[in-house]
């Protein structure tokens, strides 16, 4: 740590102090407040009338957020972090109650403790029994693990000053009860997320908010907290899946749009460094209308697989979707059928993505393309081939972005063969990350077909570089 730091932050602790409370004004910065006694009021009075100068320094010398950043521990959570948590920042943590958000962090906890570091959990939502069932299951019996199921904010705050963990985990803002109040009011909530705030400046410690977010109130979801934290993150899970998505919504110190994955399972959270094969696991033979893809999550390419199953339509054709936009689909359906000779008019096409993975980028579409394809004619796609595209009306595959990343993403988790749009320009050197991918440039969602062996005859004649059955 650094002395210019520390001595800049006992600078700040240092001078005249007003408490938010009652008023009153104190000569330096205290815990708890010696008039009306409220924990974690005092902020600086900035109107210098107390004579004190700015802090100014050199910009050399002043330290990076990066140096103040402590690893969790949990390489896919510091890799939405940045470099992990920043010293003196708050971190809320959104999502739906029961996505594994207090796994998550219990995890954190576990991992600081057995690095040395005390965490303060706080816990409104289980008791400290059942605290510790959960932390005996994911191994985190750690005497730097402190727990109280404490609801009141002014105990919580107090006892942040006293102890001085560097890690303080409320979970969640939702059950904080200010005296004589009920919890859960917006107001309430803002007001004690400002105190946990301004505690974590003055005391150089990490505080992570748990928000439950509900899905028809959004209570005390990103919006009403965002501007008053250092990063958003938001944690939710594919359905019918164990796949858990952290994404960065707001970051100060990083990236804000990074992805880590996880896995939830009856031991807790672990990370999943190779989201591809844990989504789709391995395969020895082609099946038949499968088809590998590569989608963006944030900044993020995750390998993914997309699903279809074409049957004689007992009513009306229909077109069932699951992880997909049913409006995309309806287009390439009927891309398929005017520009491709694919005849679905008499047909149900149910279509779905391998482990309730979303897909509702654009880049998706050639592959639902081939997989309806595939679906509809009973062939299989090569193993190991992923496709990407956009499939524009007039049948032409439309570049799309990140095409690098997504070559690289399908090559290091050992696909050998990639559709992809005609007329990329692969920057120099592109070639040594999609080592060994045998790349198959398309301008039409026809040539993509014509690479199942069965279809090479559909497509009819091609005028203007479009594919136009006649
Ligand atoms: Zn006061």
């Known amino acids: 740590m650094s002395t210019a730091r520390d001595s800049r932050k006992a600078d700040q602790r240092e001078g005249r102090h007003r408490c938010e409370e009652c008023g009153s004004v104190h000569v330096k910065w205290l815990g708890r407040c010696p008039r009306c006694g409220a924990w974690a009021t005092l902020v600086p009075v900035s109107d210098g009338a107390d004579g004190r100068k700015a802090v100014v320094e050199p910009i050399t010398q002043i330290q990076g957020s990066d140096a103040l950043a402590r690893p969790t521990g949990i390489r896919e959570f510091d890799r939405v972090l940045g470099k992990g948590l920043v010293a003196g920042s708050v971190v809320l943590l ?8 207090s796994t998550l962090l219990l995890e954190t906890a576990k991992q600081w403790a057995f690095a040395g570091r005390r965490c303060l959990y706080v816990s409104g939502e289980e008791s400290p029994a059942q605290a510790r069932g959960r932390a005996e299951r994911i191994g985190a019996m750690h005497d730097g693990v402190l727990f109280t199921a404490e609801t009141r904010l002014e105990a919580i705050l107090a006892s942040c000053v006293e102890l001085k963990p560097e890690l303080v985990v409320v979970d969640s803002v939702q059950m904080l009860r200010s005296t004589g109040e009920a919890s859960g009011a917006i107001s309430q909530i803002q007001e004690a997320v400002r105190r946990f705030s301004a505690l974590a400046k003055a005391l150089d410690i990490s ?8 899905k028809d109130g959004e209570i005390a979801g990103p919006r009403f907290l965002e501007h008053l934290v250092d990063v958003v993150l938001t944690f939710s899970g594919e359905q019918h899946s164990r796949l858990r998505l952290l994404r960065g919504v ?55 697989e997309v699903q279809a199953l074409v049957a004689p339509a007992a009513r ?53 393309a081939l997989a309806i394809a595939g679906a509809a004619s009973g062939e299989a796609l090569p193993l190991g081939l992923v496709a990407f595209g956009e499939v524009a009306l007039t049948g032409e595959v439309v570049a799309v972005s990140a095409t690098e990343q997504r070559l690289a993403e399908a090559a290091r988790l050992g696909r050998t063969s990639a559709i992809i749009p005609a007329g990329e320009d692969l920057k120099p050197g592109a070639g040594k990350s999609v080592a060994g991918l045998d790349l198959v440039p398309v301008s039409t969602t026809g040539a993509a077909l014509r690479r199942l062996s069965s279809l090479a005859a559909l497509g009819g004649a091609s005028r203007g570089g479009l594919d136009i059955v006649a």
């Open 94 to 101: 959104a999502g739906e109650p029961g996505v594994g958000k």
């Open 207 to 214: 505080v992570v908010l748990i928000g439950h977010v509900t």
């Open 250 to 304: 707001k970051n100060r110190f990083g990236p804000s749009d990074e992805v880590g994955c996880f896995e939830q399972t009856e031991h807790g959270i672990s990370a999943v460094a190779d989201p591809g094969s844990f989504l789709l696991g391995r395969r020895e033979h082609p099946v038949v209308g499968s088809a590998g893809t590569v989608v963006m999550h944030g900044r993020r390419p995750l390998l993914g």
């Open 316 to 368: 009306g054709p229909r077109t069932v979707v699951s992880g997909l936009r049913s409006d995309r689909v309806a287009k390439i359906v009927g891309v398929l059928s005017a520009r491709c000779g694919l005849d679905l008019r008499d047909k149900d096409v149910y279509l779905s993505t391998v482990g309730g993975m979303s897909m509702h980028e654009p880049s998706a579409d050639l592959a639902i």
